[in-house]
C-alpha cells in the first residue's frame, strides 16, 4: 500500500475503496495510521514537550491522563472476558499486572500518581477523578465500551497504539526534564518503564491482527479499530487544549492556581 491508495480515509474508517489482501498490506496501513493520526501529533503535546506549558497546566494533563491510566487495566480485563482461549487470556493478562501492579510490586498507576504528586496535586483528588474534564471521561469510557461490544479481534486492534508509544515516551521524557525545573527524573518512571512495556505488548497485539483478520473485511475493521484509538487519544487533547490553553475551563473541572 502506498500513500496515494489511502487518501480515502476518512475520520472513521479507511474507507470502502481500500481492499488489503495481505497481513504485509495491513501492517503497512497501519503503520500508515499511526504516521499520520497518532497523538503524538497533536499540538496540546508540541506545546508540552517544548516547554511551552505553565505548571498548571502540566497539572492538568497529568491530572486527565489519571482517568486513561486508572482505566486500562479495566480495558484490559474487558478484553480478557472476551476470550475463551486460555493461551491468549494468559499472554494479556500481564498488562493488568503492569498497571496495577501487584503484592509488593509497583505498577504504573502507581508510577502516574507519583507523577502527580511531584507536579504538586493531591493524591487522593486525582483518585477521585472528581476535576477531570467531561470530554476525558466520555473518550475513555467509550474506549472500554468499544473493547466490550466490538469484535475480540477489533478489541485487541485497538490497542496497537502502542505500537507508536516509545518514541512518543523518548521525546516525552527528554523534553518534560530539560523544560521544565519542576520535573525530575524519580516522576518520570511511568515514561522509563513503558519503554519496554510497550513494544512487548505491540508486538504481540501486532502478531495476532496479522494472523488472525484473514479476509479484507477483517483486516479493514482492525485498522478502523485503530483509528478509533487514536481519536480516544486525540479529542483527550483537543479538550486539554481547548480548556487550558486557550482557557475555556468547563464547570468544576480542575483549575490551576495562579502562579
Request: glycine residues 6%.
Amino acid at each position: 500500500m502506498n500513500a496515494a491508495s489511502m487518501t480515502g480515509m476518512t475520520a472513521l474508517s479507511i474507507g470502502k475503496d481500500i481492499k488489503l489482501t495481505s497481513a504485509e498490506e495491513l501492517e503497512a496501513t497501519l503503520r500508515h495510521i499511526g504516521a499520520t493520526r497518532y497523538h503524538s501529533l497533536h499540538p496540546f503535546h508540541k506545546l508540552l514537550h517544548g516547554g511551552k506549558l505553565n505548571k498548571g497546566q502540566v497539572q492538568a494533563w497529568a491530572l486527565n491522563r489519571y482517568y486513561y491510566q486508572s482505566t486500562i487495566p479495566i480495558k484490559d480485563a474487558v478484553v480478557i472476558s472476551r476470550f475463551r482461549d486460555r493461551a491468549t487470556r494468559l499472554e494479556w493478562r500481564h498488562r493488568i499486572e503492569d498497571h496495577d501492579g501487584d503484592v509488593g510490586s509497583e505498577g504504573g498507576i502507581e508510577r502516574w500518581l507519583k507523577l502527580t504528586e511531584g507536579l504538586g496535586l493531591d493524591t487522593a483528588y486525582v483518585e477521585s477523578t472528581e476535576g477531570i474534564l467531561p470530554a476525558t471521561r466520555f473518550a475513555v469510557e467509550a474506549y472500554v465500551h468499544f473493547c466490550r461490544e466490538k469484535s475480540p479481534l477489533e478489541a485487541i486492534a485497538s490497542s496497537l497504539t502502542e505500537l507508536f508509544a516509545p518514541n512518543l515516551h523518548e521525546e516525552r521524557i527528554a523534553g518534560m526534564l530539560e523544560h521544565y525545573d519542576f520535573v525530575n527524573p524519580d516522576i518520570m518512571s511511568y515514561f522509563k518503564r513503558r519503554l519496554t512495556q510497550a513494544p512487548r505488548d505491540a508486538n504481540f497485539a501486532l502478531d495476532y491482527v496479522r494472523t488472525h483478520a484473514r479476509t479484507p473485511e477483517e483486516r479493514a475493521s482492525v485498522c478502523n479499530a485503530l483509528i478509533f484509538k487514536t481519536n480516544v487519544l486525540w479529542v483527550q487533547l483537543d479538550a486539554l487544549y481547548h480548556a487550558y490553553v486557550e482557557g475555556n475551563i468547563p464547570p468544576g473541572a480542575f483549575v490551576p492556581k495562579a502562579s
